[in-house]
């Protein structure tokens, strides 16, 4: 007995996806009842560490360390430097190249040197500062042009080719150059660095940590303790945001706290404070951006050349995705027949940079944004009819790393819609009027599209695992590799699971990530979370089902078609029972209940060296109408509407989905608009608190903000559902607002493309302003 099929899907009835069901801890959240790292119960003794390092030093050699008054410090148990790693002092993820303590010399002003042991954090904290610490300086190198100069790198240059883009140039009516700053952005997490290591029997840690990547604080634990892997358990059952700047970053606290617990045998935990984590801590990668590009004279693109100079810190870190990423993405939803797309990854005496919400996509996509909006504006049209003209179609499909763009039709169906629900057209008929009648104040619009490429462009991370237990009084126990940010992955892996079972929500009990569990797990990031362990945990439910299913084959004499799991029940012909009575039975048959799933993104041929395959398993695509008011004589702006369209495939949670778009939207506006880095001339970060770095605030958010799901026929590709990524593709939706405050800009002068870098704050528009005004006058 079996329920009809959705004509429209041809698939059974869902009960449990594609709902807008709440987070799983939103209550939780909103109570204060939500546990994380800094709420566990400490086990009696339990130490605290804080890392220590040299407040008045950029970057210079060590010539001398005096610790002896911080050892003799009221409270303090121990004091750790270098030579007391018992294994490798390196947390880096790859490259060897991050040492969990300095050793001979400090390579940025943050790094840290040693750290206290204490039995409260108050008393290491005092006992931290009293450290007398001679460093002899050395000028660091702090900005991209410095690194040229030094030419200092740490990774070899790396670039995608198409065509002859020198003949394509030649060929060209016209020719446009400049070159744009693009800043980096702290991710300003709500809970910080954050970690907690207990010792255990045999030499074992169990090690708490807020981290995307509990498989990687596993192996970073291990490498500095000198221990096997298998000896290492990390756990983490929720981060208060991560952001990408808990896939690597955590490691080092982990493996400070870990130290800390085997050398006192004591349970011991880490957690920064705040400015202390946004000096130590890396962030966005910041990049000048040079581009050419050569039209025919109506704005259709013939031949560009870009080069991406990434400040990339100290030391490599996720450097090589990032960067890598940038140049996938710097074609933005555009064709260029002929390409060269270069990057280059500087070395800087500063913090080393690292994964941030969209790794490196967004800094391509806003570059290619400069360059229509540069386009429209010198042939006196409007930006959407340059990027619809330039459009991926039919005919020219073909990305500059070889990737066809199959779905091209959804982009175009998607922004039509969007240039329809938001009045584009006319909008821009009385934003032109008001600008003739306004002298000061100067409105600005634009319509903008993404295409993110969702997949690890390193193939060995596009796999997961879960494991599912189904119990005999019918409760399923529910674990798997992604973590749980706040995204909501945790409550869609349990909405497909109990869809598999047939049962309601309340029957999935969700479980702490823990790497003992499922190992070998790759990072919850490049917004494939839900794709890979929802599908791990999908097929793991499945397998479950099915030997449920060949035993009630066997017990009833039927058919598969006779069998039938839902609304809590299994139905039989016309019997009916609950899954506890079927789990009973099952267990009492010998039959196993719980299955390790795995899954490997299929299709993923991506050879780096060679640059050539297919490095993502699709497109996510959506698209942001944004209108600004600048004031000219102050250079404050306000975002006045926003218009959203994206799409997500078949939604698994409406209503999860809907609150990434708005968060990622805002997030990608703060980035744009509000939140500056600044590091003074000696490398000190300067914005290190919430005094000085400014995110967006409730305040910040368009009064008039409209976020629709676009409705198409699902992922063309056998993901979850049919449903598509959602975490990072929303960030990009911001361009909208850049592009509109150079819109704004930009009819001061009519025909010249305005000087605006990102992040476009009052100075930075007011600079602007000012650049246009000089250049009518003359």
């Known amino acids: 007995m079996t329920a009809p099929l959705d004509q429209t899907t041809h698939e059974l009835p869902l009960k449990q996806v594609r709902k807008a069901l709440p987070h799983d801890s939103a209550e939780k959240h909103v109570s204060g009842t939500a546990t994380y790292i800094d709420d566990m119960a400490e086990p009696v003794g339990t130490l605290h560490v804080v890392p220590g390092w040299e407040r008045r030093a950029t970057r210079g050699r060590i010539q001398s360390i005096d610790l002896e008054d911080v050892r003799n410090a009221p409270g303090v148990v121990a004091v750790l430097t270098a030579e007391d790693v018992p294994g490798t002092n390196d947390c880096s993820s790859a490259f060897g190249d991050d040492p969990v303590l300095a050793s001979g010399e400090v390579l940025f002003f943050g790094q840290v040197i040693f750290a206290v042991v204490a039995e409260t954090r108050e008393a290491a904290r005092r006992a931290a500062l009293l450290a007398k610490i001679d460093i002899s300086p050395i000028t660091p190198i702090l900005t991209v042009e410095d690194a040229e100069d030094a030419d200092t790198t740490v990774l070899p240059d790396y670039q995608f080719r198409r065509g002859s883009p020198e003949t394509g140039m030649t060929a060209s009516t016209s020719l446009l150059d400049g070159s744009m700053r693009i800043g980096g952005q702290e991710h300003f997490y709500l809970e910080g660095q954050v970690a907690m290591a207990q010792p255990q029997e045999d030499g074992g840690m169990l090690v708490y940590s807020s981290t995307q990547h509990p498989t990687e604080i596993q192996h970073t634990v291990a490498k500095v303790l000198g221990v096997p892997d298998a000896r290492i358990t990390a756990e983490v059952r929720r981060m208060g945001g991560g952001f990408g700047g808990k896939e690597s970053q955590a490691n080092q606290w982990a493996a400070l706290a870990s130290i800390a617990a085997q050398i006192t045998g004591k349970s011991c935990k880490l957690r920064l404070d705040r400015d202390d984590d946004m000096i130590m801590t890396g962030k966005r990668h910041d990049f000048r951006v040079d581009w050419k590009v050569g039209h025919d004279g109506t704005g259709k693109i013939r031949a560009v050349e870009m080069e991406f100079l990434s400040r990339c810190g100290y030391s490599v870190d996720l450097s090589l995705g990032v960067n890598d990423r940038t140049l996938f993405h710097a074609d933005s939803s555009y064709f260029y027949p002929d390409a060269q797309i270069r990057s280059r990854r500087l070395r800087t005496d500063t913090c080393s940079n690292t994964a941030f919400r969209g790794f490196g996509g967004p800094q391509g996509m806003l570059a290619a944004e400069r360059m229509i909006d540069a386009i429209a504006i010198s042939v006196g049209k409007d930006p959407l009819e340059i990027r619809k003209l330039n459009f991926y179609d039919g005919e020219q499909n073909l990305t500059p790393f070889g990737m066809p763009v199959e779905e091209y039709e959804v982009m175009h169906d998607l922004i039509a819609q969007l240039e329809e629900s938001s009045s584009y057209w006319d909008r821009r008929e009385a934003i032109t009027a008001f600008n003739a009648e306004n002298a000061v104040l100067k409105k600005g619009l634009a319509l903008t599209p993404v295409k993110f490429g969702i997949s690890f462009t390193l193939k060995h991370l596009n796999q997961a695992g879960a494991l599912v237990h189904l119990y005999t009084d019918g409760s399923i126990h529910l674990n798997h590799g992604g973590t749980e940010m706040g995204q909501g992955l945790y409550q869609k892996v349990a909405q497909v699971v109990a869809e598999e079972f047939g049962v309601t929500l309340d029957k999935v009990h969700i479980t ?267």
């Open 512 to 778: 702490a990530t823990n790497t003992s569990k499922v190992p070998n797990t790759g990072p919850t990031a490049a917004s494939s979370g839900t794709d890979l362990n929802a599908m791990a945990a999908k097929l793991a439910a499945k397998e479950i089902r099915n030997r449920l299913t060949t035993f009630l084959c066997e017990q009833h004499q039927c058919g598969e078609e006779a069998i039938h799991f839902g609304d809590n029940k299994v139905l039989i012909g016309e019997q009916s029972f609950t899954l506890a009575e079927i789990a009973k039975q099952a267990h009492m048959a010998r039959i196993q209940m719980s299955h390790a799933g795995f899954y490997a993104t299929p299709g993923i041929t991506w050879d780096r060296d060679s640059a050539t395959g297919r490095p993502f398993y699709y497109f996510a695509f959506g698209g942001a109408c944004a209108e600004v008011t600048i004031d000219t004589m102050t250079g404050e702006m306000t975002v006045d509407r926003v218009d959203i369209l994206h799409d997500v495939g078949h939604s698994l949670n409406p209503a999860i989905d809907l609150g990434q778009i708005e968060g990622g939207f805002v997030q990608g506006m703060g980035w744009l608009t509000t939140e500056e880095l600044i590091w003074d001339e000696a490398g000190r970060l300067r914005t290190h608190a919430p005094s000085t770095y400014k995110i967006p605030t409730a305040s910040d958010i368009p009064e008039d903000f409209t976020v629709n799901l676009y409705e198409g026929s699902g992922n063309p590709q056998a993901t979850v559902y049919r449903s598509k990524a959602v975490g990072e593709p929303p960030v990009m939706l911001a361009n909208a607002v850049f592009c509109a405050i150079t819109d704004a800009v930009a009819s001061l002068n009519p025909g010249e493309v305005p000087t605006l870098d990102a992040p476009a704050t009052p100075e930075a528009i007011m600079k602007a302003v000012q650049d246009m005004r000089r250049r009518r006058a003359t």
